[in-house]
């Protein structure tokens, strides 16, 4: 039998893109990509930005720096996409995606942005567009959602998505380091960026639960903004209250379902129980935690970053494009459900810890808790620490309105008693037996 | 556009079955299931033992006690098999294979028994067989092996695949139970059979460490044993040891490669980092840990059983099946690696834990530890505790082979000073970053 020839060209060579070109060429694995792609993989192409740039396993005259030639190559099968952001990007893609070449991509800001009109114009011409890469590194949840899950109804999407964020949640848990301190190490590692914003300011947390909620819910993948709340207020003083109250605090990105046709999206840190298995998720990783009605919880734990993790998502996708292209199909485009509406975060109920820095002083409580119950926001546990000018109310909610413990907060901010809100963080519902 | 209409005969309706058939008939489902199965699936036929058993949710025109004439019924485009259990189970199968229909099964036992056979014969007639809740309940990984992880070269697998050895030694750790109380608990919640064999001997995890190892190597289902231990000597006081050390002891299944071209596979208890993923998965919960070359470590966490769980993941492999036979193409079958040697679980190497019941009288730990080194093993750490004709010696070795660890244990049951060995189990090495 011959064996049919599927032409790759990748756009971007960094981390990720000498791995995925190296994984291609490496002889030792040829036969098992040919069995797995039903095809033989050709890298024809690799735009780069600098030619001179030494690149060890790619082939010198793979390279070129007109990657818009590339994407609209004759003899293309396949259009890798590993440069992120809008611009360029998006070009590429929709040149290829125009000519019925298939698409995998790694770049959630653009799936964020403008997903679904892209898988359309994938559709339209007989290509497909898959980005496994785009949210988890590594992991493979995004193809779970659209094949294995395909016919449960999902309640809840609930991950921790962020590398970055994790990483100096975990040191400032187990170091007792000061954010500033853990920012830095995480800096000096690699693993935060100098302008660490999109990180820690969790853009990039809400880019990958919208494509996340785009899949399990079906809402529309538009550019639309959702609730984001980062990481650089949450202080040492707040980590250790969750560890001596069975907490860990974690940045998480959530999707769920509110009453029939409501889906509401938010990022923000959270206090999540011990035994949860989201609270051992440690340092760099990622995981996503699905709660299907029937198959109950689920959780998928990998590598959310890094050159090789993320080369092998990516090649997950080739290798599922590569086998449509062979029996000359696509896959049908995941369905934007039009009855969906969005719910704001502020609706949305939720336990919350509150933790105040008050003057100890007798009647405090009493004003601080009439606050508390004019809002409608009644309190399961207390805890009062330090004295004088250090004293400081650590409060734990009964499940209440987030805009009603917004205005809370706001009013408990006026009193003169109280110095300041110190912290005021969501409470994830418990473990699983 | 006409919907196609797909129909599906389904064998068993216990815990599963009617999950599923409640499933497919459910009108709130209806239209997300038409579109993730690009067809309208319709239950053609429920085969049963009993047609006078009350079966809510099931229409009782469906159902009929000749499953055999089901699975051969010309108008029928997919078989699920949830009977379990060699025969009958087989013959029912490859009746409906033989005529081109597609099988849904959750039956372990027969897909370790026979699985590259029944495969070939699904391809050899244009069939599609899936087998994803035979595996880990509703986690779907073994899709996740054949599609997303397809370009891969996976080291190792390790899972916690049996809900109810680890459900009893959760107990164990959680309430300091000894084995038969935890037993007999879970016997009282229905999570073990009043013949356990099955479980705590380790049958029905090794069936699927056979499956999930077909997948991520290569090796043949043909029904070969490999090596199994069960839980029915783990002791509390082990228990008790391994938490004070840092560890959890769980039953896990695992599938590795050694050298090139070698794959074992044993099932055995084992002490695990209290910061492995691994060791934060309580009670009947499941969960698959895959270490990839490129990927590194990966899990996968979910029920490990019950009727709605698996049916979730028996209702993906339908949906799955259901849109290859719309679009006219089944799954090239996971290819068998005849290069693979099966290697004996003696000769992989580990770190071990080894506990004595000893006479305290002098001279007891030098002649251990002489037979200790004659056998080339190499002690880590010993701890001892008790006093008199209650001491106890815990060894924790370096890394040493399983045949010699055997070895040791043999000659030390013979000295004197050595009452009983009490443990000897497998440490898996460390957690992950």
């Excluded at 791995?19 to 050709?42: F, G, K, P, Y």
């Excluded at 998480?252 to 129980?273: D, Q, Y």
């Excluded at 494009?321 to 896959?331: I, L, W, Y």
Aim: overall charge negative.
């Amino acid at each position: 039998m011959n064996t049919p020839k599927i032409r790759v060209g990748v756009i971007g060579a960094g981390n990720v893109g000498s791995a995925l070109v190296q994984l291609l060429n490496d002889e030792s694995r040829h036969i098992a990509l040919i069995d797995a792609a039903t095809a033989s993989l050709e890298v024809v192409g690799v735009a780069v930005r600098d030619l001179e740039k030494s690149r060890p396993g790619i082939d010198a005259a793979l390279l070129t720096t007109d990657a818009l030639a590339l994407a609209g190559r004759e003899d293309l099968d396949i259009l890798v996409e590993l440069v992120g952001g809008i611009e360029p990007a998006r070009t590429y893609i929709e040149a290829a995606l125009r000519r019925g070449v298939s698409v995998v991509t790694a770049n959630k800001t653009l799936m964020a942005e403008c997903g679904t009109e892209l898988s359309q114009l994938a559709h339209q011409n007989g290509a497909d567009l898959c980005y496994e890469a785009a949210v988890g590194g590594g992991i493979p949840i995004l193809r779970a959602l659209r094949t294995s899950l395909a016919g449960e109804r999902i309640e809840r999407v609930m991950g921790i998505v962020n590398g970055t964020t994790n990483f100096i949640l975990s040191k400032m848990t187990s170091e007792g380091s000061d954010y500033a301190v853990a920012l830095a190490e995480a800096q000096a590692l690699g693993y935060a960026e100098a302008d660490p914003t999109a990180d820690v300011e969790a853009f990039d947390a809400a880019a990958k639960v919208q494509i996340l909620s785009s899949l399990a819910f079906g809402t529309e993948l538009c550019g639309e903004e959702i609730s984001r709340e980062g990481i650089t207020g949450v202080r040492s003083i707040d980590v250790d209250f969750a560890g001596r109250a069975g907490y860990v605090i974690k940045l998480v990105g959530v999707a769920e379902r509110v009453g029939e046709h409501g889906i509401s999206r938010h990022t923000h840190p959270a206090m999540i129980p011990a035994e949860h298995p989201l609270a051992s998720v440690h340092g760099a990783m990622n995981a996503v935690f699905v709660e299907g009605s029937m198959s109950g919880p689920l959780m998928w734990l990998g590598q959310g970053a890094g050159g090789e993790p993320t080369a092998t998502a990516v090649l997950g996708d080739v290798l599922h494009v590569a086998r449509n292209r062979v029996s000359g199909r696509h896959d049908v485009p995941f369905s934007v459900d039009d009855r969906l509406e969005s719910v704001p975060a502020g609706e949305i109920a939720s336990v919350f810890y509150i933790s105040l820095d008050v003057m100890d002083e007798p009647g405090v409580l009493a004003s601080v808790a009439s606050i508390f119950g004019q809002h409608g926001v009644s309190i399961q546990s207390m805890e009062q620490s330090g004295f004088g000018d250090e004293a400081r109310l650590s409060f734990v909610t009964h499940s209440a309105v987030t805009n009603n413990v917004r205005a809370t907060i706001d009013e408990l901010a006026k009193l003169e008693s109280v110095d300041s809100v110190g912290a005021c963080f969501r409470v994830i519902d418990g473990g699983i037996a």
